[in-house]
């Protein structure tokens, strides 16, 4: 008898603890589950709605991209059999994501149904069973956008949007990233009112829907931002996106084939986007030439009336030289805003000195203003690499400037100052290349001292630090000459290796 009870106790914890708790922990609970799942659904009629990645006019549908995050951010995931797994965002190369795989079933549970994702190629099918899909549908769909909607604001993410190569077999043609650029409109060396102008401009714009309604006109607004290379363009557009929360689309007009192929690629941008075209007059000029888009094309895209209607869109333009482009491509209307990015004067030098050298004053600094008011210039980008590559000694940085004034400031392409510039492409290529190296080269190599800066009188009288800047009258020892000897043997194999160089200074 007691040998009975015995054995009916274990069956039942065999049968109720035991088994129940061995199959919730092996493969063989969760596939039992799965396939009673399985069998369970095929009682019940279902109904599957498709979600596309894009939608006839090959613009990407956002309910695919919301539908992605949502997915993503469910626990769920993780236990599915197959998932994909991504790192090496730009900004956060830690991150992983998990983004399921084609044909893989998600199951997804709310207001205690039970619905399934499938992702097919470039589309998701949703599945629910039929009896609930009034119940259930549009709230569920809400919730999914909602979710999505909550965690794009947590990451407040910008992204950059490049166009590939056109390739048939792919749908998108944008591939897109993260764009984290540290610039802001205030970081840019422009004057601090035009700042301001640009930003109420932009504030206005976005809060003008139902005015440019009422005018009929398409929601948009166009900046020319003009100047010669290095002077900050690319950088104010970095900028602007921040300021907005636009994305980005670079146009890379040399991949366009043809006036549809552009018609095509802008109507695969969203709204609230910032849509760039760099070097527009270098491009006019090449169009010219290749007839791969013409004139007109152009002039339609600038006028946005392929872009969808009622969107907004920020489109943004850089030229070096406007002088050098079609009237036609910068009446008002095509373009609404010109801004100049003109090439250093003292006051922005001063500046530069400021945030790269933490300098507000300095005994070089009325020699610099000297040079300044003579002609001379250089981009802010060709004075800030050689202030970060002797960011450690600012006196030896002035020393380096005002080298660099002197023999490139008022000669290369880029040293003249605002108002001559040097007509279409001056800025490119980009900075000069002896000159950006030699701000690495002096920043690394030990000068002598008691050196005097070429065509300049003045003697440099900091013993300290150390300038590239030397001129060969005022060497008169054997020490000083052979000290120039090192030295020019230590440049030459420097720039052997100047390739490697980074703004560092550091090969
Ligand atoms: N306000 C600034 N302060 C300091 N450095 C700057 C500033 N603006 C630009 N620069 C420096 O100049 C470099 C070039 O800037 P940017 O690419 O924006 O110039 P650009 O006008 O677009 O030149 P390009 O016409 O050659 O494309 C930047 O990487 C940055 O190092
Ligand atoms: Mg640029």
């Known amino acids: 008898m007691i040998l009975m009870i015995f054995f009916t106790l274990l069956t039942i914890i065999i049968s109720f603890w035991l088994i129940p708790r061995l199959l919730s922990r092996t493969s063989i609970g969760q596939f039992l589950q799965t396939r009673w799942r399985v069998i369970e659904e095929a009682f019940h009629a279902h109904q599957f709605y498709k979600v596309p990645k894009f939608n006839n006019h090959m613009q990407e549908n956002q309910l ?33 994501t998990l983004v399921i795989n084609n044909d893989q079933m998600f199951p997804d549970v709310f207001l205690g149904s039970r619905v399934y994702w499938k992702l097919d190629k470039d589309c998701f099918v949703l599945k629910i ?19 999505a909607d909550e965690i794009d604001q947590k990451k407040n993410e910008v992204r950059l949007y490049i166009n590939a190569e056109n390739d048939p077999e792919k749908n998108g043609r944008w591939i897109s990233t993260p764009f984290k650029h540290p610039a802001t409109i205030d970081t840019a060396m422009i004057d601090s009112d035009l700042k301001n102008k640009v930003k109420s401009d932009l504030e206005l714009f976005l809060k003008s829907k139902s005015y440019y309604h009422r005018l009929g006109r398409v929601w948009k607004r166009s900046y020319l931002l003009y100047g010669p290379s290095g002077t900050g363009k690319s950088s104010f557009i970095a900028g602007m996106a921040k300021f907005l929360c636009y994305d980005v689309y670079d146009v890379d007009m040399s991949r ?135 960011r450690g000694s600012p006196t030896r940085a002035l020393k380096t400037v005002i080298n660099a004034l002197q023999t490139n400031g008022g000669k290369t392409g880029t040293g003249h100052r605002p108002g001559h510039d040097q007509g279409l492409g001056s800025g490119l290529p980009r900075a000069p290349r002896n000159l950006s190296h030699s701000g690495s080269i002096d920043g690394l190599v030990d000068l002598p001292s008691k050196l005097t800066h070429s065509g300049s009188t003045r003697t440099v009288d900091d013993s300290s630090d150390h300038s590239g800047v030397f001129c060969m009258d005022n060497f008169h020892t054997g020490k000083e000459l052979k000290n120039l000897y090192g030295l020019l043997k230590n440049r030459s194999r420097r720039r052997e290796g100047s390739m490697d160089f980074d703004g560092e200074g550091k090969v």
Do not use: W
């Not at 695919?64 to 190369?93: R, T």
């Open 64 to 96: 695919f991209h919301k539908i992605v995050m949502y997915l993503n951010s469910l626990p769920s995931a993780e236990d599915l059999d197959y998932v994909n797994l991504f790192s090496g965002c730009n900004n956060n190369p830690n991150e992983i």
């Open 129 to 147: 069973r039929r009896k609930e899909k009034r119940r259930i549908l549009s709230t569920y769909l809400q919730h999914v956008c909602k979710v």
């Open 256 to 390: 366009i084939t043809s006036d549809s192929d552009l018609k095509l690629l802008l109507l695969q941008t969203t709204s609230k986007s910032l849509i760039v075209i760099e070097d527009l007059d270098r491009y006019l000029v090449e169009q010219a030439k290749s007839k791969a888009v013409s004139l007109s094309g152009i002039l339609n895209f600038m006028d946005g009336i392929i872009c969808c209607c009622g969107e907004e869109r920020v489109m943004v333009f850089t030229v070096s030289n406007k002088d050098h482009v079609d009237p036609l491509a910068l009446r008002p209307g095509r373009i609404d805003f010109h801004i100049h990015f003109p090439l250093c004067d003292f006051s922005s030098f001063k500046n530069l000195a400021n945030s790269h050298l933490g300098i507000k004053e300095h005994k070089l600094f009325p020699q610099v203003e000297e040079i300044f008011q003579a002609g001379a210039s250089l981009s802010p980008a060709e004075i800030g690499e050689i202030m970060i590559s002797n």
